[in-house]
C-alpha cells in the first residue's frame, strides 16, 4: 500500500472481521472508504475483478447465505452467484490501487498494514 491513496474495505457493516479490519486500517493513518456489499452490490467490473484476483475462493461457503442456497443455486457460477447474493462474499476484500487483499488473516494484516 502505497502513500495517501484511499484504501477501499469491501465487506459487511455487521461482519466483526470486517470492523476489525477497518479498525486497524484507520489506527495505522490509512484513509478507509467502507463499501457495505448488501448496500451498494459489487458492479460487474467489481465482481470480475475480484474473481480474476481470487477466483472462487471469493464465495463464502461457510456463510450462512450458502447454507441457505438450494443445491441447484450452488451449482452456479461464482459470478451469478455473488451477483444473486452479495452477501456471499468472503470478506474483507481490502483494495488499494491494484493491489487487493482477501480476507483479514495474519498474511493480509501483514502486507496491508506495512
Not at 474495505?9 to 478507509?32: H, I, M, N, Q, W
Not at 457495505?36 to 461457510?62: I, K, Q, T
Not at 456471499?88 to 483479514?104: E, H, I, Y
Amino acid at each position: 500500500m502505497t502513500g495517501n491513496r484511499k484504501t477501499i474495505l469491501y465487506g459487511l457493516g455487521s461482519c466483526d472481521t470486517c470492523r476489525k479490519a477497518r479498525r486497524a486500517l484507520e489506527s495505522a493513518g490509512r484513509p478507509v472508504e467502507f463499501r457495505d456489499v448488501r448496500d451498494a452490490p459489487l458492479s460487474n467490473e467489481e465482481r470480475r475483478r475480484f474473481l480474476a484476483a481470487f477466483g472462487d475462493r471469493l464465495v463464502n461457503r461457510a456463510s450462512t447465505t450458502w447454507r441457505e442456497l438450494s443445491d441447484e443455486a450452488r451449482q452456479e457460477s461464482p459470478e451469478r452467484l455473488l451477483a444473486a447474493h452479495p452477501a456471499l462474499m468472503k470478506r474483507p476484500v481490502v483494495a488499494d490501487g491494484d493491489d487487493l487483499w482477501l480476507g483479514w488473516d495474519a498474511a493480509t494484516q501483514a502486507a496491508v498494514l506495512k
